[in-house]
């Protein structure tokens, strides 16, 4: 019952649907009073010799008008209620979906896309049926049972009525234990799908994976395992659910009998007539809907409540970045990183340490280092996907990031993002993401400076080239260069690459570089790599280990420091002039 209490700004707010659905609901009931009570008066005319072909034709009239009142009502009351409960779905939806991208990356850490996806559909659904047939059940079992009752004691005979219904109480301590029972079993019938859910979900993203190392049969029998647990624990709930009709079919069966065995000796004492009898076990017999409803309802608000409280788990969780701000301007100006120590949330050990500098506005900031040393760690920090514990770490202009509204501070930005990803749509679009209605003259002017535009015009359709998983493989290099031309479009104060030349050969990260240069000329960069020849040109070159600097400045003074940078720089040179005179020697070869 408490599902309803919590649903109760839904039921105020359709306030007039739910009121006239519930009257439909009533007129039907009273309308399905009547052909009983018309069975027993023919059945006593009969008896009395006093039913007359007039007569009968009237009971006919009025049991047609009947049928045709009760299907209007019917129809009426299920656009009501159940229309209303369509609304509820589309209304927990939105709001979920909109918890779902407001959250902070360490929301999505924590919990499997699965189970999220699970949320948005079946437990949904189970709300929405609470709303529904819940509505529809509990009145319908309230309203047509106590007509029926009501009818019975008044028409026939209360004494026979308050016999009739001695079985009842067992029915209603049955039903709401299994009701106990079915809530229980029902939450892990949803999170066991839940699993399954984030298993197919895996899998299939996966499948590349998968099929390489020829991991079909066990990701099979992963799935088999999961698909039985779903099994296992739906039978146990279907085993409870299954307990409820029988349970009410004995509770009338009793009821029946007691009538039947009373009510025949009443007629022999004339206390009533044989007609009367009819209706009553007739009534009798209409009782048995709204029983089932009364456990059905059981049922329904069971599953509701155990989904709602998974959907409200959710609402309820916090967000890790603050959305609160003083300030409503733009930042503009340094950055100033100032870190005592920054731990990943529910992390004791790695994070960054002691990570003090400053990007002047309109620098060109390399950070470099071996991989896991923190420099990903700096620019998810930068853009609040995680806070530090103290405001005062990062400052950018002259107020600490968290002064700012995060909208505002994340407009600033052009992130290209280590794990690019593109969407199930043209390359166009994916480039325009941030504004569909673009000129197509900026979009391939925006794909020239990231040195994608020839790559895409030898497309058989060019720019309107479906890409990711519903349309062509592109290349990891082609990958990276769309993601670049989708930040670039943006011509963003701050142009974030994370590792973003990694897929790119020497000379186009070359050509990359060099378009930045002269077309962002004022505007920051900040350029992440493994390849010291993609910072080589920047005006600061950050050196991160184990999450903490150990060498900064520019080229030539780190060369002459020579530490970590000048041996990987000198290394990774050799490296490269080796290639390319093997390349020329292959080539002369050829030729
Ligand atoms: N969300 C997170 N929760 C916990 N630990 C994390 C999280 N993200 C990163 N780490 C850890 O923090 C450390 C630094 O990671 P980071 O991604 O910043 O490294 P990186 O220098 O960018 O590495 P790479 O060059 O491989 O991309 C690593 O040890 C990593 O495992």
Same mark, same amino acid.
Request: net charge negative; charged share 20%; proline share 3%.
């Given at each position: ?22 009257? /439909? ?22 008896? &009395? ?19 045709? %009142? =009760? ?20 209304? $927990? ?27 948005? =559909? ?7 049926? +609470?709303?529904?047939?819940?509505? $529809? ?25 308050? /016999? ?6 067992? /029915? ?23 699993? %399954? ?45 299954? %307990? ?12 029946? @009998? ?22 009553? =076990? ?19 608000? &069971? ?38 120590? @920054?731990? @990943? ?33 700096? $620019? ?7 806070? +530090? ?31 690019? @990803?593109?969407?199930?749509? +043209? ?100 350029? =992440? ?28 003074? %780190? ?12 290394? &990774? ?19």
């Amino acid at each position: 019952m408490k599902v309803f209490k919590k649903l109760g700004w839904f039921f105020k707010r359709e306030r007039k649907n739910y009121t006239g659905g519930i009257i /439909m609901l009533i007129l039907v009931a009273l309308m399905e009073l009547v052909p009983p009570q018309v069975i027993g008066w023919v059945i006593d005319g009969i008896r &009395q010799e006093t039913l007359t072909a007039e007569i009968l034709g009237q009971f006919i009239i009025l049991l047609i008008v009947v049928a045709i %009142l =009760t299907y209007i009502f019917r129809y009426f009351w299920r656009i009501m209620i159940f229309g209303a409960s369509y609304r509820l779905g589309k209304i $927990l939806r939105a709001s979920l979906y909109n918890k779902y991208s407001q959250m902070s990356p360490a929301f999505y850490q924590k919990r499997r896309t699965g189970d999220l996806m699970a949320h948005a =559909t079946n437990d949904i659904q189970a709300v929405q049926a +609470t709303a529904g047939a819940g509505i $529809l059940t509990i009145a319908d079992s309230l309203i047509t049972g106590g007509a029926v009752l009501v009818t019975m004691a008044v028409t026939i005979s209360p004494k026979l009525t308050l /016999m009739a219904m001695i079985p009842l109480p067992f /029915m209603v301590i049955l039903t709401s234990y299994y009701g106990t029972l079915l809530n229980r079993g029902f939450k892990k019938a949803q999170a066991a799908f839940s699993m %399954l859910n984030d298993k197919t979900q895996e899998s299939i993203s996966g499948i590349k994976v998968t099929k390489t190392f020829g991991y079909e049969s066990h990701d099979q029998e992963d799935f088999r395992v999961l698909s039985d647990d779903v099994v296992d624990k739906n039978l146990k709930v279907s085993k409870i659910d299954a %307990l409820f009709d029988p349970t009410i079919m004995t509770v009338i069966g009793a009821s029946y @009998f007691i009538s039947i065995f009373f009510g025949a000796r009443m007629v022999l004492d004339d206390a009533i007539t044989v007609g009367q009898l009819v209706t009553f =076990t007739t009534y009798l017999g209409m009782m048995v809907w709204p029983l089932l409803a009364l456990g059905m309802f059981f049922n329904l608000i &069971q599953r509701g409540s155990a989904s709602y409280a998974r959907i409200e788990k959710i609402m309820e969780t916090e967000n890790d970045i603050g959305e609160e701000y003083l300030i409503e301007d733009q930042p503009e100006g340094d950055i100033h990183f100032d870190i005592g120590a @920054f731990n @990943f949330p529910g992390e004791d050990a790695g994070g960054v340490r002691d990570v003090r500098f400053t990007i002047e506005r309109g620098a060109t900031v390399g950070i470099v280092g071996r991989t896991g040393s923190g420099k990903s760690a700096l $620019l998810r920090l930068l853009l609040r996907e995680f806070d +530090t514990v103290n405001p005062e770490d990062i400052v950018y202009g002259s107020h600490p990031l968290r002064d700012y509204n995060i909208s505002n501070l994340r407009a600033q930005f052009g992130y290209v993002p280590q794990d690019h @990803f593109l969407f199930s749509t +043209t390359i166009r679009n994916n480039i325009a993401f941030s504004n569909p209605d673009m000129d197509d003259a900026l979009i391939h002017e925006a794909a020239r400076l990231s040195q994608i535009h020839d790559d895409i015009e030898a497309f058989t359709y060019g720019y309107e080239t479906v890409v990711g998983e519903r349309g062509v493989s592109l290349s990891g290099g082609q990958k990276q260069r769309i993601s670049i031309a989708r930040a670039l479009i943006l011509d963003p104060e701050v142009l974030i690459l994370d590792d973003s030349l990694s897929a790119v050969d020497a000379e186009t990260e070359e050509r990359i570089l060099e378009s930045l240069q002269s077309n962002r000329r004022g505007k920051t960069n900040i350029i =992440t790599a493994h390849r010291m020849s993609a910072v080589s040109h920047a005006d600061l070159i950050i050196v991160m280990d184990a999450g903490t600097i150990t060498e900064m400045g520019t080229h030539e003074t %780190l060369m002459a420091e020579q530490g970590w940078y000048h041996d990987t720089y000198n290394a &990774q040179a050799l490296r490269e002039s080796l290639k390319s005179s093997l390349e020329d020697m292959a080539e002369g070869r050829r030729n």
